[in-house]
């Protein structure tokens, strides 16, 4: 067999075939927000945790009997230091008329001493994805597409806490709410030895 005719078109970097995808082979403009994954894939120097945010019976809001309306649920997340944040995904649901409810996101780091998103307190459609796709016919089902890329680097300074606050919006009781956090986190002797999560 020729290595010359199976070599020819070997990527360069295990993310070159992105290029080939039509979602960003035709829309140029697309292709960087898949600047920083790719970087931190050819780099081979980090290995992903995904970090959801309530779990359990915290991701309910404004449970029956309770005295919460518009409920505030705050909590910090353990994560290796130096870990890059790279995407954020968010899910709520409400009532039939209202199936995604409104709620805003404050993700702070505190060893930064900075928050990670460009407002303190943002409306998570401005900074989250929900992996859905409005005015489909019929409407209702969900449509993934993908998670909010971030396009600038976001480090976790040491210690390594993000404080992350869900504030619903939406007064619905028993709404469901919930966000996740897709991190890069650096390989080396203290990272590989650390085990997430520490919520509290």
Request: hydrophobic share 40%; with cysteine.
């Amino acid at each position: 067999m020729d290595a010359n005719i199976v070599d020819r078109d070997t990527p360069e970097n295990l993310s070159d075939y992105l290029n080939l995808l039509p979602g960003y082979d035709c829309s140029w403009n697309q292709d960087v927000l898949l600047d920083i994954s790719r970087e931190v894939w050819d780099a081979d120097a980090y290995y992903w945790i995904g970090v959801p945010f309530p779990t359990g019976p915290d991701i309910f809001f404004n449970q029956p009997g309770s005295a919460y309306i518009n409920q505030t649920f705050a909590g910090d997340l353990q994560i290796p230091p130096f870990s890059l944040l790279t995407s954020i995904t968010a899910y709520s649901r409400g009532t039939v008329d209202q199936p995604n409810a409104p709620f805003k996101l404050r993700v702070y780091d505190k060893g930064g001493k900075v928050d990670m998103i460009h407002k303190q307190f943002s409306l998570v459609d401005n900074v989250a994805s929900r992996q859905e796709i409005a005015g489909i016919n019929p409407p209702g089902p969900d449509q993934p597409f993908g998670p909010y890329l971030l396009t600038s680097p976001k480090f976790i300074m040491p210690p390594g806490i993000l404080h992350v606050e869900i504030t619903d919006l939406s007064g619905i009781v028993n709404v469901m709410i919930q966000v996740f956090f897709a991190l890069a986190v650096p390989i080396n002797a203290q990272s590989t030895g650390n085990k997430l999560i520490d919520e509290g």
